[in-house]
């Protein structure tokens, strides 16, 4: 599922930005875990069973099988989280979510901190994140006596014409730019991991590791 190594462009669109982007996420998500108290079920590589069940149960060579059912057992289980490979991952993370979230068009490292909340919160969530991050930014250009400043975007994970008319003019603006947006990204991401503890408690133990994942979203 990779293409060749030495040419990182071939057929399946592995551009470098997005090799360092996955590389990066991989370092962070490491290998099989299976945690009872993980909502996800058993994790390899940061791809979780519940996420292979349903966003990886598709079969793409038309033979009638899911193509991670890698045991070839008929259903998708821990066992084939076990049997994921790092390119079975790198192939996962282009299709489901850089593709999709449309990574690429963002400037860097909007894209990649788009990515790594993908990944770990689901796409929907990670692009509330920039939606909220740019109407704060947004508002304080308000406050300022800024009157050119966009209106506040409706936080629904639609990243349309509006909210990229939005980020356009948030990194256009001087006193803005990119590190408010990768500052408010940061706090927004922050926030929602202690939602996530407050409406459940037994999360507590993944806090202290998610705090430092949001703090290192844009430093890459």
């Known amino acids: 599922m990779e293409p060749a190594p030495d040419n990182p462009v071939t057929v399946e669109g592995y551009s470098p930005r997005y090799r360092a982007a996955v590389d990066r996420l991989l370092g962070i998500e490491g290998g099989y875990v299976n945690d009872a108290a993980d909502t996800?079920?058993?994790?390899?590589?940061?791809?979780?069973?519940?996420?292979?069940?349903?966003d990886g149960a598709f079969d793409e060579d038309h033979d009638g099988k899911a193509d991670f059912d890698l045991d070839m057992d008929g259903d998708i289980d821990a066992a084939d989280i076990r049997?994921?490979?790092?390119?079975?991952?790198r192939y996962l993370y282009l299709r489901c979510f850089w593709r999709p979230l449309e990574c690429e068009?963002?400037?860097?490292?909007?894209?990649?901190?788009?990515?790594d909340q993908?990944?770990?919160?689901?796409?929907?969530?990670?692009?509330?994140?920039?939606?909220?991050?740019?109407?704060?930014c947004t508002a304080k250009?308000?406050?300022a006596g800024t009157t050119a400043a966009p209106a506040a975007l409706l936080v629904d994970g639609a990243l349309g014409p509006k909210s990229?008319?939005?980020?356009?003019?948030?990194?256009?603006?001087?006193a803005l730019g990119m590190p408010a947006i990768i500052d408010v990204y940061r706090t927004a991401a922050r926030d929602r991991y202690r939602a996530i503890v407050r409406r459940y408690?037994?999360?507590?133990?993944?806090?202290?590791?998610?705090?430092?994942?949001?703090?290192?979203l844009g430093r890459t």
């Open 40 to 54: 996800g079920g058993a994790t390899k590589y940061g791809i979780s069973l519940r996420f292979l069940a349903a």
């Open 83 to 89: 049997k994921l490979t790092l390119g079975d991952a």
């Open 105 to 115: 068009a963002h400037a860097r490292p909007i894209g990649e901190m788009l990515f």
């Open 118 to 136: 993908g990944v770990n919160g689901g796409m929907a969530a990670a692009k509330k994140l920039l939606q909220q991050a740019l109407n704060i």
């Open 141 to 143: 250009a308000r406050t």
């Open 164 to 174: 990229r008319a939005a980020e356009d003019w948030v990194l256009s603006w001087p």
């Open 201 to 216: 408690p037994s999360q507590q133990k993944y806090l202290r590791g998610w705090l430092a994942r949001a703090e290192g």
